[in-house]
């Protein structure tokens, strides 16, 4: 049988064995290790418990259902499980909590967590309101704590690939962006394809393409659930000619997640089934001002093998630590907000152009100092 309250004994020794010794003997409180608790022990917080347990640690975990809290002991023995989100709140010891909950929970959880002097990481997409995400914003901003979001394929080491492939030169100007994220996956009757899928492409191709959209068009279909669009493509248009689509649906016959990016020079794709990454020599010239394809090779690009989650895991603690900007913050999780809000309102609007509202989301670069009492006050050394 499972045990859900593990002694807080053992969360103790954790935090006092992560502590380090420095140059000079001492032991060093900026150093300490961030306590982490978790929310929500689903479907995918399953996967944040068991990667945090496996690369940090996990002082709690939070779910409301039996089924998540005796999963939440077994994937982290070492971690207090409790039902309601206030133990964690309430718990000094506490420095940061991820929460992996519905998305229509996420504001609430968030906004107290900041309230409660936590450092938080949110699961995509940050909020189901672009005003929510505002605030979330704004409170970190004034608490002086980090605010993360989890856009996981901004960790993917074959995403930062292809970054350096495009700021290198190597595919010369980008033109066109194409994200697919299609599979008969789980159907969720809350949120629709577009907010629970599309956030990672949109997140991807903000950072491809380095700025922001000025219009967006989105169409969908509804199968499944009344009004719950299970597959949309949305039509981003930047201000410099690039384009991009993203297509998503939970009604396909097959897994497919590919992103190809289409350069002056050459082209690129990622298959994130096959995890291959492919540079093509591929372009148009001209000949006598006739446009010619230039069919070359495809090259396999290597990439470091990392897995994705465990990047982004360590990036929060490191986040935390430091008391610097994550590379996805609370801004860059607005910025997406802001485009899936406005692909919400051409989708109920059968595919009407709808300019974006990004203007005025300052971008805060990653490694930023958070301005305000970052750390709380120095932990006294453990005893057990
Ligand atoms: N990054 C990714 O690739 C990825 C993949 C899937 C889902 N997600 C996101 O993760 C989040 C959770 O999705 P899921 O598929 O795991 O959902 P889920 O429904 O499978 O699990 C949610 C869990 O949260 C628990 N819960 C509900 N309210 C809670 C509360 N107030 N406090 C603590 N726990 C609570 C539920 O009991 C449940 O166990 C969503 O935001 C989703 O979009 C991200």
Redesign the pocket.
Known sequence: MARLHAPKALHRTRLAQSQVTDAWGQQSMNTTQPSIAV???????KNIIRTMAKVHGVAAV????DA?AALAAELAPDAAVHRT?DAVMDDPSIDAVMI????E??FE?ASRAIAAGKHVYV???LTTELGHARELVRLADEAGRVLMV?H?LEYHPAILKLRELIDSGELGKVRYIISNRLNLG?IRTEENALW?FAP?DIAVILRLVGSDPIQVVCTGGCYVSPNIADTTVTQLLFDDGVRAHVFVSWLHPFKEQMLVVVGSEKMASFNDITKELVLHDQRVDFDEGRPVPIKGEGTHVEFDTTMPLDAECLHFVDAVRNGVTPRTDGRNGLRVLSILSAAQRSLMLNGVPVTTETGGIAHVEEGTPIRGSFRREAKAPATV
């Open positions: 929310l929500g022990c689903g479907g995918w917080g939070v779910d409301p259902s998540g989100p992996a909950t519905p998305a929970t996420h959880l699961e995509k997409p989890g996981l789980k629970s990672h």
